[in-house]
């Protein structure tokens, strides 16, 4: 643990990539799809549209300060919210100052250029808030505590929520709570750490097909039940996420720092399409708090994790793996 000789902020800053586009030799935009960066997995993929020659990619970005960092009282001035993008291997460091959406707020953003040519690899970017503390400029009084990765080669910012499977028998199970579900094939626990699928070992055969190692159909059916296990993660972590936030004073919900805060701004800008994510938090919380509306709202929820789950090429995979088997059938 650090300790510094002057105030500062007891949380950490929340940024995001909200948007990313590529430069081409002939001056166009590419703007890149929301699949090129994952806030989950916190990286951004520029390798993800194939163009070999991209001169300069533009990355937007949104960082939320914690509570108090605004507030009229607060022991420093001058505040500034900067994004620090940082090579190691080619030992570039690109600085850029963000913007405040409005007087007061914990909300700025930006964009930071990364120039191809400087980068041969992977690249840090983190936040910090600096403002004049004690008559001294420059103090940084808040960061993010988890970098993201910008990866100017990759195809796919890896995707997808990290959760444990663990294999048991359910109606012989120490735990008395999991007994009680002999006849589901899996339950998702969001209690912990990290979201755990306990998958029930009494269903016959079970067990094997989730390995997925013999190839052919029987691989598609594999990745159909992964991406229906992994539905049903979305949406009992979302559930988990904003049944228990904590509220500032006047009642606005507080992002959670911990996995919970990044489902929720992974899953949020299709839940509530078009919002800005504090809004749209704000909104569910009202909704789920007392507001109507609440009811109405979980096909929006379905429908974030059926997408972040890829639940639809797993589908259309098992289809055409189907129809291929069917068709070796008829020859």
Do not use: C
Request: glycine fraction near 8%; avoid cysteine.
């Amino acid at each position: 643990m650090k300790f510094y000789p002057y105030k500062r902020l007891n949380r950490p800053i929340a940024l995001r990539v909200t948007s990313a586009s590529l430069k081409l030799p002939d001056g166009s935009r590419d703007q890149l799809d929301s699949s090129a960066y994952s806030t989950q997995q916190r990286t951004v993929a520029l390798g993800v549209a194939q163009h070999e020659n991209w001169v300069s990619a533009r990355i937007g970005l949104s960082a939320t300060l914690p509570p108090g960092a605004t507030a009229p009282d607060a022991p420093w001035s001058d505040l500034r919210v900067l994004a620090v993008l940082t090579d190691g291997e080619t030992n570039v460091r690109t600085t850029v100052d963000l913007r405040q959406d409005a007087e007061g707020s914990k909300e700025w953003s930006g964009h930071i250029e990364v120039s191809r040519d400087d980068h041969v690899g992977r690249a840090a970017l983190t936040a910090y808030a600096v403002a004049t503390v004690g008559d001294v400029p420059g103090r940084a009084i808040a960061e993010t505590d988890d970098d993201w990765t910008v990866d100017v080669t990759a195809e796919e910012p890896l995707g997808g929520l990290r959760f444990e499977v663990k294999q048991t028998s359910f109606s012989k199970s120490a735990r008395e709570w999991l007994r009680a579900y002999s006849d589901a094939p899996w339950i998702v626990d969001a209690s912990g750490r990290l979201p755990t699928v306990q998958v029930n070992t009494d269903i016959e055969l079970f067990s094997d097909l989730l390995g997925g190692e013999s190839g052919g159909l029987e691989s598609k059916i594999h990745e159909l039940l992964v991406s229906q296990m992994a539905t049903d993660v979305w949406t009992a972590v979302f559930h988990s996420s904003v049944g228990d936030l904590e509220v500032e004073p006047d009642g606005s919900p507080i992002f959670p720092t911990d996995w919970q805060g990044e489902v929720l701004r992974e899953m949020l800008p299709d839940v509530l399409p078009g919002v800005h994510v504090e809004e749209a938090l704000r909104r569910v919380h009202r909704r789920r708090t007392g507001e109507a509306g609440w009811v109405e709202l979980q096909t929006r929820i379905h429908y974030a994790a059926v997408r972040r789950a890829g639940a639809s090429k797993a589908l259309a995979n098992a289809l055409r793996g189907l129809q291929q088997n069917n068709r070796g059938d008829k020859a």
